[in-house]
């Protein structure tokens, strides 16, 4: 066959770095399929004869129930669908693949179908496009037919596979086998999207948002992921594939514009002002990522990571304890801090049933279902407290609306503090107590909330939904998602104010610090402390190197005069471009407010 | 080896139904049977209805058959009264 064409595509780039490998359709757990190489070729076409021959019988069976009940007229689509599976160009064309590819039928077989059905779609008149279902139910079948013999194993896996599928949710990591996935390119989500984060975090190149790239693509598809600028190759042809392997060489899994620093060395501004950038995790594998993109310490640790898709429903003492003592020590000697158990749609173990709240992002959850369910947070700050003799650990409370949840939370801690005390003496260390500050409510009593804790993280993804009402993951309002709204602005720039009047060391812990406009903003507003995905950390550092820290805040404080998303955009990309010698408006749309709906 | 043209007369089209008819009533014959439009050089087996689907036939598409085998004249003969009949369907 001939090389097959090359075909660009464009998404966004979720997670930087360049990886090649071949395409593994996930289209859902039971419908993973892959290439398997077989020995005995003639056994593979037994095989794919007999699930045919019983595919044909339950669609006889099901025929005549048919016409028994609604009549002969409709048992004629099943008389098609039986001409189907007995259809010689198919049939001919997957016996022959099977013999010639070694492969096993169902691969074959998915990739016959997947062509048919590409053929079909091009079709103009639309009454025969849509014949592409009746064949894809028909290769359904089969499949199904094929699947009783032999269940899905990672172990055939190449190890250079890239994910291509419609969605992917923080679960789904739990199923399938890291070592063996290089990438991820996914129909739906965007950089906010939490499987984005993961997708930083792990250092695995992800483009989102790429939609009916499904249909474009098959298993085994040879395939070149940017997940710097979001373009998709598929087919790449040889100079591009010997152009990626010079730079894999050269930059590893790293974006092209940075390079990595110290483990912990601060970033500098241009002045000389220290500035520290911690990394946001979630998983014990980010730690080495974290490291390596010299990160200060982690600002933030998604402890549900833990609990998510966990046999048990939730981590005992004993696991906490190893979790965290190792992250302690890894980080050494600079600080973890560790956000407690912030679920609210998942299942957890030991709490009540959350995956029927109507609304969860306003319902019982982070410290509400903490104070809920007190036996899971009791064990999870024990397990903090006996990991403290191994490092710098910090707690922080998630969701704090009201002052009495502060307090609450803070008696639970002081009875495990006395107990672990008790038990493992002066080895205890001090554990800073922190809130996280993503909860409009909070931001207005923020005064009261710092009297209470060590210090302050905003969780910037979350206050910007709450304070615009706007949940990023609805498509038909994701528009109004704009981290530059001016009361977005305001409402930070009251933080770090209040912050420093109350002198509370107060961090940034959303994603939008990763953004370099962005955290030139923050830091004009006196922001010193950002924690973001471990990536892009060496960017930031490196751009922070060209800005005086005067500069920022002039540029805050004009960013802050004005009252559309749009205008604070167009000035702040400028302004901060004209600091930056290279180009970074990449980063800009990012950041955009959309053109035409609200704009002027 | 025979050509004979045949015109898509039914109001449907050679749709599932039809085409299911015409791949029954070819198999019935040893002879090789192939479907074209007039307006493209694509072939089709008459014995594949995968095939004779994507050729996407509409009411009013003229075909061409050509037939090469030992029972070529029994199935042009058959083939061209069920396009005559439109597939026993409505025009």
Request: hydrophobic share 40%.
């Amino acid at each position: 066959m001939a090389a097959k064409p090359e075909k660009i595509y464009h998404g966004s780039g979720v997670s930087p770095g360049v990886v090649l490998g071949q395409v593994l359709k996930f289209e859902s757990h039971s419908r993973l399929l892959l290439k398997v190489h077989v020995e005995d070729v003639e056994a593979e076409v037994r095989r794919y004869l007999r699930a045919i021959e019983a595919s044909k019988e339950q669609l006889k069976a099901l025929k005549s129930q048919l016409e028994e009940k609604v009549g002969s007229e409709h048992g004629i689509i099943l008389d098609a669908h039986i001409l189907m599976l007995e259809d010689r160009l198919l049939n001919a064309d997957i016996l022959d693949n099977i013999r010639t590819s070694r492969a096993n039928a169902e691969w074959v077989l998915m990739q016959a179908t997947d062509r048919l059905v590409l053929t079909y779609k091009s079709l103009e008149d639309e009454y025969f496009r849509d014949r592409h279902s009746d064949i894809e139910h028909v290769a359904d079948r089969i499949q199904l037919n094929l699947s009783g013999d032999r269940p899905f194993s990672w172990e055939h896996l190449s190890g250079d596979q890239i994910i291509a599928s419609r969605d992917f949710s923080p679960s789904d990591f739990a199923t399938v086998d890291l070592q063996k996935v290089r990438g991820l390119v996914l129909e739906s989500g965007g950089r906010t999207s939490h499987t984005s984060i993961i997708c930083r975090g792990l250092l695995l190149p992800a483009i989102m948002g790429l939609r009916g790239f499904l249909d474009e693509v098959s298993t085994g598809d040879t395939l070149l992921l940017n997940g710097d600028d979001g373009q998709v190759i598929v087919n790449p042809g040889p100079a591009r594939i010997e152009a990626v392997r010079r730079r894999m060489e050269a930059f590893g899994a790293y974006p092209a514009d940075s390079s990595p620093a110290q483990f912990g060395t601060p970033a500098l501004t241009k002045d000389g002002v220290p500035i520290s950038l911690r990394a946001n995790t979630e998983m014990m594998h980010e730690l080495s990522a974290a490291k390596n993109c010299g990160a200060a310490g982690i600002g933030l640790f998604r402890s549900e990571f833990l609990y998510f898709g966990h046999p048990l429903g939730y981590p005992d003492m004993e696991e906490q304890l190893e979790a965290y003592s190792r992250l302690a020590r890894e980080m050494s000697p600079h600080p973890v801090a560790i956000r407690t158990l912030d679920a609210g749609s998942e299942k957890v173990g030991g709490s009540p049933d959350l995956t029927q709240q109507e609304n969860p992002s306003m319902g019982l959850r982070g410290i509400r279902l903490s104070l809920h369910s007190k036996e899971t947070f009791l064990t999870q700050i024990e397990a903090i407290f006996r990991a403290s003799c191994n490092g710098r650990i910090e707690i922080v409370l998630p969701m704090v609306s009201t002052i009495e949840e502060v307090w609450q939370a803070k008696a639970l801690i002081d009875q495990v503090r006395t107990k672990v005390r008790k038990e493992i003496g002066p080895a205890i260390q001090a554990v800073p107590l922190g809130v996280m500050i993503e909860v409009p409510a909070a931001v207005f009593s923020l005064e009261v909330l710092a009297k209470e804790v060590d210090f302050l993280c905003v969780g910037t993804n979350d206050l910007i939904q709450y304070m615009l009402a706007v949940d990023r993951g609805n498509p038909q309002v994701a528009y109004l998602f704009q981290p530059l709204h001016p009361t977005v602005l305001h409402c930070l720039n009251r933080i770090t104010t209040v912050a420093k009047s109350v002198n509370k060391p107060v961090r940034i812990c959303g994603e939008i610090s990763s953004n370099p406009f962005y955290a030139v903003l923050l830091l004009g507003m006196g922001f010193t402390q950002l924690s973001m995905n471990p990536l892009s950390i060496p960017t930031i550092r490196r751009v922070f190197r060209e800005i005086p820290m005067e500069a920022s805040r002039q540029i805050a404080q004009k960013a802050l005069t004005f009252i559309t998303a749009q205008e604070v955009h167009e000035y702040l990309t400028n302004a901060v471009a004209k600091l930056v010698p290279w180009d970074i408006t990449s980063y800009a749309k990012e950041i955009a407010p959309p053109n035409g709906r609200n704009g002027k | 080896m025979i050509h004979q043209p045949v015109l898509v007369s039914n109001k449907l089209g050679l749709h599932a139904r039809a085409a299911a008819k015409l791949v029954r009533l070819a198999s019935r014959f040893s002879s090789n049977i192939y479907l074209s439009r007039e307006d493209a050089n694509q072939q089709i087996d008459s014995k594949s209805i995968l095939g004779i689907l994507m050729l996407a036939a509409s009411k009013g598409t003229q075909l061409m058959i050509s037939i090469e085998g030992q029972d070529e004249v029994e199935a042009k003969e058959a083939i061209c009264q069920l396009f005559e009949t439109r597939f026993g369907e409505e025009s």
